[in-house]
């Protein structure tokens, strides 16, 4: 269960590699997000969002309703819709692509080449590079590997119903992990179909899928696929 079996660091977010040890459980990088990002106010980081928003008002002549909040870093040839929320302590990665109505709030970092569809929502949460989020996600004190696919509508829960701190299940252990807000951990690769939900404290190893429209809990090994089997019968109508 440690986080090198689930990824590899990726060299663009190298800066951050002392707050996520690989030999830890990768549950405990959550906490360490907002101290990572916090250390990195360091850098530029207000240079950089200045610039971007300087030409932003020179490609739209409207007043644009991009909201940006402190210490934000936006790497290069990012992709900024006029529509979208960014809160406190965010890094973005080069090249990644925010699409319309994205809630981007407090202590995120998001890797390079990713795509955070519209409508999608995200805090607490590291994402490493190409990760993909189609629209209408949500993921919460999560970690996402290298080329993560999340499909349209699927949802990373992050709190029990009682509030209980969150255990995770692999087999018929259950193991603490002392977080009260827990989503999951994906491994690279793995995927989440069509309005699928993984219950807190979820982990999905890499290269494997949940698939649409179910609920899934626990461990899902790596190269393993969850998924309903449902029947379908079509008859005439009266």
């Known amino acids: 269960m440690r986080a090198n079996n689930f990824f590899d660091f990726p060299a663009s977010l190298k800066q951050f590699l002392y707050f996520f040890p690989m030999d830890d459980m990768p549950w405990t990088w959550i906490p360490n997000i907002e101290k990572a990002l916090l250390i990195y106010e360091n850098f530029s980081i207000k240079e950089r969002k200045d610039t971007f928003l300087k030409k932003i008002k020179k ?6 309703a991009i909201a940006i909040g402190n210490n934000v870093y936006i790497g290069k040839n990012v992709k900024l819709p006029i529509t979208c929320t960014i809160e406190d302590n965010v890094y973005i990665g080069d090249g ?5 109505g994205a809630l981007i709030r407090k202590n995120v970092v998001i890797g390079k080449n990713c795509l955070i569809g519209n409508s999608c ?11 993909q989020m189609a629209h209408f996600n949500y993921v919460g004190d999560s970690i996402l590997g290298s080329h993560v696919h999340l499909a349209a509508g699927a949802i990373l829960s992050n709190l029990r119903f009682d509030q209980k701190s969150v255990a995770i299940k692999v087999g018929d252990k259950k193991i603490p992990t002392e977080l ?4 999951a951990i994906l491994g690279e690769y793995a995927q989440v179909g069509c309005n699928s939900v ?3 404290g979820t982990l999905l190893e890499k290269n494997s899928i949940v698939s649409a429209g179910i609920t899934f809990g626990g461990c899902l090994e790596a ?6 089997e449902t029947k379908t019968t079509v008859a005439g109508r009266k």
């Open 198 to 200: 993984l219950l807190p």
């Open 121 to 131: 929502e995200i805090k607490n949460s590291l994402l490493m590079d190409h990760v």
């Open 180 to 183: 009260k807000k827990f989503g």
């Open 96 to 100: 990644t692509e925010i699409r319309s």
């Open 223 to 228: 190269n393993k696929i969850a998924y309903l």
């Open 59 to 64: 490609l739209f002549s409207q007043s644009t």
